[in-house]
């Protein structure tokens, strides 16, 4: 019974990340948007700009470059895209940020009369961030230490588990693992630097509750790591599941 009340009280915890765009620190800005091509009408440019002046660190998408603290844990920062709207007499947008997991946090709708594409778009880019909030992020260890001290006594009597760590390969595609806290990791695919799954303990060693991210839609299944492997049940069908391994 403890067992299943700090898996509960540890799936919740995981859940309280950053609901607000200005509870992150981190921003990472694409090469190009979703409906734009690269830097056009140097909306690039303009979305850098205007989060500096709101406080946030711009990351690129390129995570080399990334701060070591983003690098163990992507889920510090929100990945921003700008959206075109159709509109007959306006230049319309949205700025959309996400979590790692793919969720949204906060949508911004900018609108300008400019007829002209580039400024017109510059400025609804400008009037979007007039209702972004200012970056006032917690640091990063106070997040990791927000847990209660009942739950980490709980979990570090009751949940051993063997984090994996490093790089894994499956089918000739690399992924990333991301610890998170809590006994928790992210498993990152590294062409894109998409969270294709998350990891948290069960009441078993070395056995996990995984919530599975695809372009399919979520859906929670089970894993575990066993010689230098992480394995999970991964769904084919309705009713068809086959086992993943990701060999270190």
Request: aromatic fraction near 10%; proline fraction near 3%; include cysteine.
């Amino acid at each position: 019974m403890k067992n299943l009340i700090a898996i509960i009280l540890l799936l919740s915890l995981s859940s309280t990340q950053a609901q607000n765009v200005s509870d992150y620190k981190y921003v990472i800005l694409p090469k190009s948007f979703s409906d734009f091509e690269d830097n056009q009408y140097g909306l690039n440019n303009r979305v850098k700009y205007n989060l500096e002046q709101k406080k946030y660190i711009v990351l690129s998408a390129d995570q080399t470059t990334w701060p070591e603290e983003v690098k163990n844990n992507p889920c510090l920062a929100t990945t921003i895209n700008v959206n075109k709207k159709k509109s007959m007499l306006t230049n319309k947008l949205d700025v959309v940020f996400t979590s790692c997991n793919q969720n949204n946090v906060g949508t911004f709708e900018g609108v300008s009369r400019i007829k002209e594409f580039d400024k017109g778009f510059q400025e609804a880019v400008k009037l979007a961030f007039n209702t972004v909030g200012i970056q006032n992020a917690k640091p990063s260890n106070e997040i990791a230490n927000t847990t209660p001290k009942t739950v980490e006594t709980i979990k570090q009597q009751e949940i051993k588990q063997e984090i994996p760590s490093n790089t894994y390969t499956s089918n000739g595609v690399k992924y990333q693992v991301a610890t998170t806290g809590n006994n928790s990791f992210l498993l990152i695919n590294q062409d894109n630097n998409k969270v294709v799954a998350n990891f948290y303990p069960s009441s078993l060693p070395n056995v996990y509750h995984v919530e599975v991210i695809s372009d399919k839609g979520h859906y929670e299944t089970i894993g575990y790591s066993k010689d230098n492997s992480i394995i999970i049940e991964t769904k084919t069908g309705d009713k068809s599941w086959v086992t993943t391994t990701y060999t270190k």
